[in-house]
């Protein structure tokens, strides 16, 4: 079995939903399901005690995927509505936003007419599936390079899935890159980039979060966006001890974000909420004296009345799903030409790299041909058995013909981890010498689009995934110790061993 045919599931959720106890103060009414749920407002420190998601009489929540993303929780069809207290809240948040707000390539005022907002639009869109990735730091880099080669959707739908691929590379979760060139191509073939919530959503790949931001940052369309941070804001505002990956948490995230949404600069509002929590509101230490909306804070207040009460006690921190266990056995298949000292040298060599199927994870990816193995059974013996029948069924190379091998040696091992799998990838090198045409002995009764022979220069500069980068540099440096070795060799005895 390949590396990735193996499929995989969610652990099923089972939730646990406590009362929420969130506060009137600034938004009314609450629907009936929460309402019916919430005990009498505490008054006594022993009551509000009870208002803290406590370690100790917190019932052990399901654990619930790492990867768990804010995109697949989220429900559809949330209205904005505004509410009688929330207006401070707002003026306060957005006060500090101007003043405060970090200046960012993808942060640029919208030039009049509808060309001007969907140039917005797109890199809004950009921007924030990058941001979902990783931090802004390194996304202001992949940022910057995407736009100067596709600046608009129209030069991005024309691209092939692997320039994409490559641009991607190191951002990882590929199917991300994949769904934003399909939501290009989809776009572009409309001729007109959807302006609301909703028409967003049917865009490949732009769930409830994305659509938020892209209508209400470039089309000013008074609609929520929830993502990490906004959770992490809203459940201290509000105090809310509830799991937070609950969907029926979540659904009330939407619907507080969409009741607090600032009604004449909801873009603007929206990003104020994410910057608060990816700036001052930070997961373990808040700057609560600095923040422009303290006085509406429930978390805060309840950590005046009680000193056992911390505001980072909010958002409940849910425990991560243990990864799955996976191993892997990775053959870099390098193919030699010409004399052996060139093939030394590495020139004439190439490499053999296979496509992922185009479902799944690491969907239409290149890779070392690699075969999982049982966790018993990763000695070398069973994993060359295990790999040699891949390869003679994939390529239809006999390994056991000797006379083809020049090398075959373990390296060592990678474990790379994936939001759900550990994978150990046990790395051995084989060299292989072929006579004749190296295309034509690897392409037999293959489809080639499939597999491919890669020279060393043109793997250096490819977008392969960070887990097959570091497996590539592995080998590498593998390689350049055993070529150090053999200089050090006294010569008499290095000819005696080649010949050999
Ligand atoms: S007061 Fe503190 S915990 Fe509350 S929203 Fe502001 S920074 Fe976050």
């Known amino acids: 079995m390949s590396v990735w045919s193996r499929t995989w599931s969610w652990p099923k959720k089972t939730l646990l939903l406590r009362s929420p106890l969130l506060s009137q103060s600034l938004l009314a009414p609450r629907p009936s399901t929460f309402q019916n749920r919430a005990p009498p407002m505490a008054k006594s420190p022993k009551a509000t005690t009870s208002r803290r998601p406590t370690r100790k009489r917190r019932a052990s929540p399901a654990a619930v995927p790492s990867s768990a993303d804010?995109?697949?929780l989220a429900p559809s069809g949330v209205l904005a509505g505004p509410t009688s207290a929330a207006p401070a809240l707002r003026s306060g948040l957005l006060r500090w936003y101007d003043a405060h707000r970090r200046d960012l390539p993808w942060r640029f005022s919208a030039a009049p007419g509808r060309e001007g907002r969907e140039k917005r639009a797109y890199a809004v869109w950009v921007s924030e599936v990058m941001l979902q990735q990783t931090r802004v730091p390194v996304v202001i880099d992949y940022y910057s390079r995407w736009m100067a080669r596709w600046p608009t959707v129209e030069t991005l739908a024309a691209a092939t899935q692997e320039e994409v691929n490559e641009m991607w590379a190191g951002l990882g979760y590929y199917r991300r890159a994949r769904f934003l060139l399909e939501g290009a191509k989809q776009i572009?073939?409309?001729?007109?980039?959807?302006?609301?919530?909703?028409?967003?959503?049917q865009v490949r790949g732009i769930g409830d979060y994305t659509a938020g931001a892209i209508a209400s940052i470039a089309f000013s369309e008074v609609t929520p966006l929830v993502d990490g941070n906004v959770v992490r804001v809203i459940s201290r505002l509000f105090a809310i001890a509830d799991n937070p990956k609950e969907s029926s948490t979540v659904k009330r995230f939407w619907e507080l974000a969409g009741q607090l949404v600032d009604p004449?600069?909801?873009?603007?509002?929206?990003?104020?909420?994410?910057?608060?929590?990816?700036?001052?509101?930070s997961k373990t230490k808040p700057d609560c004296s600095q923040c422009p909306v303290s006085s509406h804070c429930q978390a805060l207040a309840l950590s005046h009345e009680n000193p056992l009460v911390g505001v980072t006690d909010y958002p409940r921190v849910v425990p991560k799903a243990k990864p799955r266990r996976d191993?892997?056995?990775?053959?870099?298949?390098?193919?030699?030409?010409?004399?052996?000292?060139?093939?030394?040298?590495?020139?004439?060599?190439?490499?053999l790299l296979i496509k992922r199927p185009e479902e799944g994870l690491l969907a239409g990816l290149w890779e070392f041909p690699s075969v999982l193995v049982d966790e018993r059974k990763t000695d070398p013996l069973n994993r060359r058995k295990e790999m040699d029948r891949y390869l003679k069924q994939l390529v239809d190379i006999d390994v056991e013909q000797e006379s083809n091998l020049i090398l075959r040696e373990d390296v060592g091992q990678h474990v790379h981890i994936f939001s759900h799998i550990r994978l150990t990838m046990h790395v051995e090198l084989m060299v292989l010498k072929i006579k004749g045409d190296v295309g034509q002995a690897c392409n037999k009764g293959q489809d080639s689009t499939k597999l491919k022979l890669v020279d060393e220069s043109s793997i250096d500069s490819m977008g392969l995934t960070s887990g097959i980068r570091k497996v590539y540099n592995m080998v590498k440096a593998f390689k350049e110790k055993k070529l150090l070795e053999q200089s050090q060799m006294p010569t008499t005895k290095r000819s005696r061993r080649q010949k050999q």
Not at 188 to 201: I, M, N, V, Y
Not at 327 to 351: D, H, M, R, S
């Open 70 to 72: 804010i995109e697949d």
């Open 188 to 201: 572009a073939e409309k001729g007109e980039f959807p302006s609301t919530a909703s028409t967003l959503r």
């Open 264 to 281: 004449s600069r909801p873009g603007d509002f929206n990003q104020a909420m994410m910057e608060l929590g990816a700036t001052l509101c």
């Open 327 to 351: 191993f892997a056995a990775v053959c870099v298949v390098q193919i030699a030409q010409g004399l052996e000292q060139e093939t030394a040298a590495g020139k004439c060599n190439f490499f």
